[in-house]
Structures are given as structure tokens and as C-alpha cells.
């Protein structure tokens, strides 16, 4: 009998500042508890980011950070700043001087941003019952490096203006994660443009087009920006995988967080095209509540989660994790930002979805 | 005594195809209605266009038509196209071919969107009754002729680009729009942009503000196109009138149309700067149920009561028509796209809301 020769998996954890450390500590329970019973290896290293790194070092994003993050396979971050920081200079702010440097860094033109409406919580949704209990489960693919936000600007003191740039490489590269996701999901991209005015948006659509191709099992169809805008509010169960530019992905992927309803529940990652990624909550690092305990653990785990699919292509661990969070909603095992009610903490929920998880595994 | 000399407006009606006639015909009702009780004289003269002017004339703006327009204080737009033209080149189509030249021919630089959810509606809307019980009364101010769908543009195989360019005195004649129409209103402007990436929108942000100052009894705030995408689903009813550039009110007014809930109540406006305006519903000719009597005609309506407002300076005669279009809405009088058991059509409807203008006078 051969014993196979174990995956190993290197972490950079970044818990940086506010509720950063403790949700960070519920996550790296459960990313043990699956690599125990998914048979990987993972060494989770801590570094300093944000004002934390500010404080010890005078620097966002110290060397040995950077340096660490240079030789792992994925980043696990936390969130950074609070009131603390907030007057120093723009690129040594925590959020600036540690995600844009890394995002940088890295070459991160792929952002994800997954959106769910739980049975278990449809009520947290702004949607309408009709609306919200057909449920919502999209991913957002958004192209983070280009477009009008990086392109050629300028003003005079009468005149001011800004170049959206697309090349068909970009397009091609953020068009292949958007298919690949779906292939792992529903097996359905809406790509989103504004083809009937924008050249780049034609561009865009032939190159989705032509992506297309190389995936036989994805349904794709094209919307333009507006009817998407208009078909989140009124059918979200429609979507699988939105794939879109710069500035559609940025409104976009908030109108959908403000759909999901709440902020505590959803991950976001940042990906490069060798499977690098950097994995963060969507929310903030809520120094308000920091210290307290009673932060949502929940996007911190599912962040996690999503490194494992699209970093170390752990599917398996990654939907073990998934279902052990969906059943503690269920069970209404949550903080008070989901349930103002609630008398469970951060490490009650991190417990709880390490139970469930272990339970599984008998 | 003197006998004070009536003012006189001349409005050119262009009913156009599918449901146009019908519900124009119930508009016309109405505004004769209120020219009398208020008042004031009014020339409604017919002409031909989109499908109905290709048939007549192989045009869809005639001459005649334009000629019509050109001596006319506001054009009272119904709703063109339709399965019958749609084989036609893009230039000729009913809709390209006569709401575009329209726009340039008259400058009409500023559309407005207004979207409310009404009280006794509430459940029309899509948005969780928690949410849609606060009501929403929002002015989409979009500026229609610049921005990145009328920048340079281009593409080679390989690369297309997009450019978004902006002068101070395009911002400036569409701010002050904005800044008139919430004087009118709840004296709130909230103006969309995305100043921390682009030039455009630092411009726009000066400028408006620099425009703010000749309106100290309205509140001027700014916010993120990412973020107003998700206020107008979290607390819709914050907004009074937002002002937006003509890529982001494209995308804002149709999420205020989604959450409004009904097309079929959303009127809308084009104006120039010297008070001309095309004013029409925000929905489609609605092939499908024309000639059936069962349209609904508020939209029209209510796009008759805009220009009352925004060219005749007539707001006592808009907020009448308001007003009996939200009695009626009350008294559940409405056709059947909002209530799908009511028996009430497009005329019964049009006489329910020119009854109640009549008692009203009394
Ligand atoms: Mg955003
Ligand atoms: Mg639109």
C-alpha cells in the first residue's frame, strides 16, 4: 500500500487591525479542521498588516510581510484601519498602503464576489419575500486592473476626462475565470456590457464570445449594465456567474452585497492568473465592535473557503465548509448582526461550524 | 375689472405606435380638464410618428412632424416601434430614427426619471414591505448628451477604448436642473460619482458644489455610484433627487424603475435649457396589448403632468394631476398590469382621473 503523498499548502494570514485578529482566529480553526480531514498539509504564518504593522514597524505593509506573502501560495487577509490611522498620508493609510501594493504586487486583476440570499435568512434581504424566497446565489467576476478607472485621465480647469481601455488579453484572461467558476457552479455567465455604445463593450462581448467556445457546458448570455441593475431587484435568482468590467463589477458587486443583506456573511477574493489569490471579507475591519467578541466570524470561514476552490482547488473542502456554515444558519447559530437577539459570539459560531464540521466527518 | 390675458402653450402630440394612441388619448382628456380649471389655453395638434409615419410617409420623423415640433412649446411623446419595423435599418427604425434626432435637434441635454412607490402600492414594489413602507418619491436627474457614450471612441483587433469627457458648463446646466427640480421638491440633491479614481468626477463634484452655493435652501450630498446602488435598495426613501452623469443615470433610473415596481406608472422628460421638453412614458409601445383598451395610461399622464411642470411652469396643475392619479390609485382604479384582477381599462381609468379633477374644482 502506497500512502500518497499529502498536498501542502502555505498561508499568509494577515489579521491586520479592529476585527481582524478574532474573526481571523475562527477561520484558521476551521481550515485546520479541514485539512484534517481532506488529508492537506497547511502552514498558516502570521504577519502584520495595516495599522497593526503601522504601529510595530511605521510601515502598511512591512518587508517581511510582503516577503512572506512572496513565498506562500495564498493570503489569507483580515481588514485594516480604524480611527487611530486615519490622518496619516493616503498611501500610508492601512488600506491603501497594504491591499493596493499587494493587488499590485501580485498582478490581482480578478476580483470575486459571491452573493447569497439563505433560506434560513431570507429576511435579511431588502428584496421583497416573493422576491427573496426564490433565493440568490451569484458570483460576481470582476476585472480589477483595467478600465476607465486605470486609463488615461486628465483636466484642464474647464474640461476633465477619462480613458476606459480594454485589450482582448484582459478581456480573455477575466472572461476564462468568470467560465471556469461557472463550471464549478451552474454552469451560466451573464456578461455584463453596454455594447450599443460603448466600443469597448463591443470588444468586450466578442471576446466573451469567443472564451465561450472552450466551454460547450456554460450557458452565456449578454445584458446590458442598466437591465442588470433593473434584473438584480427583480429576479436575482436568475444570475450564476456576472462577469464584468472595472466599473459595472464595482456597482454591481455592491448592489449585490446590499441584496444579500448582510455584510458579515460574504467573502470576497482577489486572484491573479498562476491561482494566486488574496482572500478577504467584504466588510470592514469595525473598530467600533472590535475586542468584543461578538464579531461575525462567517465571511472571514468563507473566504477561507473560497481560497481552498480557487487557489489550492480543494473543492470538496471548500463545500464542507460552505454547508457546515449554511446548517449553523439554519440552526440559528449566528452573531447579533444577523440575530440582534442572539446570544452567541465569534468563537460560538467559529465553534459551532467546527462541530458541525467534525460531526461530518464521522 | 381686467380681464387677465391667458397664457397659451402649443403641444405637439406625437402618439406613435402600439398602446401611444390610446393611452395619449386619455392624457389629452386630462389636460384639457386642467387648462380649464387652471385656466390657462392649450393647443394639442396631432402628427405622425415612428411605424405610423415609416407607413404614411417612409419616415419616422416627417418633415411635417418636425416642422410641428419646431413651433410648439413641448412635444407630448407616446411610444414608437414595433414587430412590423423591426427589418428596417437601424436609422430608419421608428425609435432610433425619431427620439434621437428629436434629442439633438432640440438639445434636450437633461432626462428626467422619476420613480416613487405609492402608499397604496407599496406591494408593487420589490423591496421588502419593511423597506417599501417608507415610501420612495426620487427625480433621476441623467445629463443626456455626454459623458462615455459620446466620447471618442474607438478599437483596432486587439484594443478599444472608451473616452468620458466632461466640461464645466455641461455639469454646470444639468446641475442646476437638478438644484431647480429639488426646489421644487424636498429640497435635497444627492450627486453620484465616483471622485476617487476619476477626473471626470472630481470636476463634476466641483462644480456641482460651486453651483450648490446660488441654492442655499437645498442640501447638497455626494455619493459613490457603487454605494447609491446599494442605498437605493437599503433605504430608498433617504433620496429626493439624485444627479448623475449619463452612464450612471443610465444604470441609477433604471434600478429606480425596478424598485418602483411598474413601468407602467413611470413617466419621463427631456429637456433643453430654454424649457423646451419631449415628455413620454418610461415604458415600451407594448405591441402585445394594443388596441385592447387595456393599457395603462398613468404613465402618459403623468409625462403630461412633467411638462405642465418643467415647460409651462404650471405646478399647480402637475400636482392636480398627481394627486388624482394617486386617488385613484387608492381607490384601487387602475388597469390590469398593476392589479391582475381588475376590470377597469385604459378609458375607465383615463374618466376615473378626470372625474376626480372635475370634483376637485368644485
Ligand atoms: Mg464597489
Ligand atoms: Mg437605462
Excluded at 502552514?43 to 505593509?61: M, R
Excluded at 445584458?223 to 427583480?234: K, P
Amino acid at each position: 500500500m502506497r500512502t500518497a503523498v499529502k498536498k501542502q499548502y502555505k498561508v499568509a494570514v494577515l489579521a491586520g487591525d479592529g476585527i481582524g485578529p478574532e474573526v481571523m482566529a475562527e477561520a484558521e480553526k476551521v481550515l485546520q479542521v479541514v485539512a484534517d480531514k481532506f488529508q492537506f498539509g497547511l502552514t498558516l504564518t502570521p504577519a502584520l498588516v495595516g495599522g497593526a504593522a503601522i504601529d510595530a514597524s511605521g510601515e502598511p505593509l512591512p518587508a517581511a510581510t510582503l516577503a512572506l506573502c512572496q513565498q506562500s501560495d495564498a493570503i489569507l487577509f483580515g481588514s485594516v484601519g480604524g480611527p487611530k490611522w486615519t490622518g496619516l498620508a493616503p498611501d500610508k493609510q492601512p488600506e491603501r498602503g497594504s491591499l493596493l501594493p499587494l493587488r499590485k504586487t501580485f498582478d490581482l486583476f480578478c476580483n470575486l464576489r459571491p452573493g447569497q440570499i439563505y433560506p434560513a435568512f431570507a429576511e435579511l434581504s431588502p428584496l421583497h419575500p416573493r422576491v427573496s424566497s426564490q433565493g440568490m446565489d451569484v458570483l460576481c467576476v470582476r476585472e480589477l486592473t483595467g478600465g476607465i478607472y486605470f486609463g488615461e485621465k486628465g483636466r484642464t480647469d474647464t474640461d476633465a476626462f477619462d480613458t476606459q481601455r480594454y485589450s482582448v488579453a484582459e478581456i480573455e484572461r477575466i472572461a476564462r475565470v468568470a467560465f471556469d467558476a461557472a463550471s464549478k457552479r451552474s454552469n451560466k455567465v451573464t456578461s455584463i456590457d453596454k455594447a450599443n455604445v460603448l466600443q469597448t463593450s463591443i470588444l468586450w462581448r466578442e471576446t466573451v464570445e469567443r472564451v465561450a467556445k472552450d466551454y460547450p457546458g456554460v450557458t452565456l448570455e449578454h445584458m446590458y449594465i442598466d437591465n442588470a441593475a433593473m434584473q438584480l431587484i427583480r429576479s436575482p435568482q436568475q444570475f450564476d456567474v456576472l462577469l464584468c468590467d472595472n466599473l459595472f463589477g464595482d456597482i454591481l458587486s455592491d448592489e449585490i452585497a446590499a441584496i444579500a443583506g448582510s455584510l458579515g456573511l460574504l467573502p470576497s477574493a482577489s486572484l491573479n492568473g498562476n491561482g494566486f489569490g488574496l482572500y478577504e471579507p467584504a466588510g470592514g475591519s469595525a473598530p467600533d465592535i472590535a475586542g468584543k467578541g461578538i464579531a461575525n466570524p462567517i465571511a472571514q470561514i468563507l473566504s477561507a473557503a473560497l481560497m481552498l476552490r480557487y487557489s489550492f482547488g480543494e473543492e470538496d473542502a471548500a463545500r464542507a465548509i460552505e454547508q457546515a456554515v449554511q446548517q449553523c444558519l439554519a440552526q440559528h447559530i449566528v452573531t447579533r448582526d444577523i440575530n440582534p437577539n442572539s446570544t452567541y459570539g465569534t468563537a460560538a459560531v467559529g465553534a459551532a461550524i467546527v462541530a458541525t464540521l467534525r460531526q461530518e466527518n464521522r
